[in-house]
């Protein structure tokens, strides 16, 4: 039977996923410290399931205009055999989505199994901010990627395996080192998140046992924090980061790497 959650573990878990699921400072090392710090049971495979199909909720009704045209497209193309702009760049997600699908199928379990350290958490959360610093001096102006660069943002995502990396960090330091402008790399970036949340509850729910009994009053509550929290963050996020940048964001994963290297 999955566990019988308390309120603040509900809270806290659904908060985490929602708000670190699209800000680029790694859900995977947040996680680590209700871990360290309390004597939580371990939630369950539902409830991570749930939440991160809050998450999937948020960001679908946040780009609810871009999935509409995408659809209005492919009605076009089915009619008139017209390819335009829409279809383009649900191309480009298509293609940048292949990486890791690909590493996840052959690598997911390994990666989980030999680098969910506290270490290795810390480490990438450092490394990776550094890395998502230096790719937000370098900046562009272009509004969506080529096919390579959508290739090379899907590659960077596929790293994002690594605990402690944020695919949302990762790929929005690509889409900035490969000349996208801050608003059109988180755009870019979240629209990504749609394929790989569907596929991480896919694969979580084929883990899952089938006839497990399930606390559904836990469940509904974390899938409506998770999912408000995250369309709350998405809509902030974008405008901070065209005003202010990744710097704040720089500081606080080195921070959290620091203080996770002091709990290993």
């Known amino acids: 039977m999955e566990p019988s ?17 699209f800000l680029p ?21 539902a409830f991570d399931v749930v939440v991160h199909l809050g998450t999937l909720v948020a960001v679908t009704a946040y780009f609810r205009r ?7 497209s492919g009605v076009s193309l089915a009619v008139h055999r017209r390819w335009d702009d829409n279809l383009d760049l649900l191309a480009k997600v298509g293609v940048a989505t292949l990486p890791i699908v690909i590493v996840g199928f052959f690598f997911k379990t390994p990666i ?10 810390a480490a990438a959360t450092i490394a990776f901010g550094i890395a998502l610093w230096l790719a937000d001096r370098h ?28 695919r949302s960090g990762i790929t929005i330091a690509a889409a900035l080192a ?19 949340i569907v596929g991480a509850a896919i694969y979580t729910v084929v883990d899952a046992s089938p006839d497990t009994p399930l606390p559904w009053i836990d469940l509904g509550l974390g899938f409506a924090l998770a999912g408000a929290s995250a369309f709350a963050c998405i ?9 202010v940048g ?11 790497g620091v203080a996770l290297l002091a709990l290993a």
């Open 5 to 21: 959650l308390s309120l603040p573990q509900i809270v806290v878990l659904a908060l985490i996923q929602g708000i670190t699921e």
């Open 25 to 45: 400072v790694s859900s995977s090392a947040h996680l680590i410290l209700p871990a360290a710090l309390t004597d939580w049971p371990d939630q369950g495979i």
């Open 66 to 72: 871009d999935l509409m045209g995408f659809a209005r």
């Open 112 to 121: 989980e199994s030999h680098l969910r350290s506290t270490t290795v958490i």
């Open 139 to 166: 900046r562009g102006e272009r509004i969506t990627p080529s096919y390579l660069q959508a290739t090379l943002i899907g590659l960077a995502q596929a790293v994002a395996l690594v605990p402690g990396t944020s």
């Open 178 to 196: 490969l000349g996208l402008a801050r608003p059109a790399a988180a755009r870019f970036s979240f629209l990504l998140a749609i394929p790989a």
């Open 235 to 243: 809509t902030v996020f974008i405008r901070f980061v065209e005003r």
């Open 246 to 256: 990744m710097t704040p964001f720089v500081i606080y994963r080195v921070a959290l």
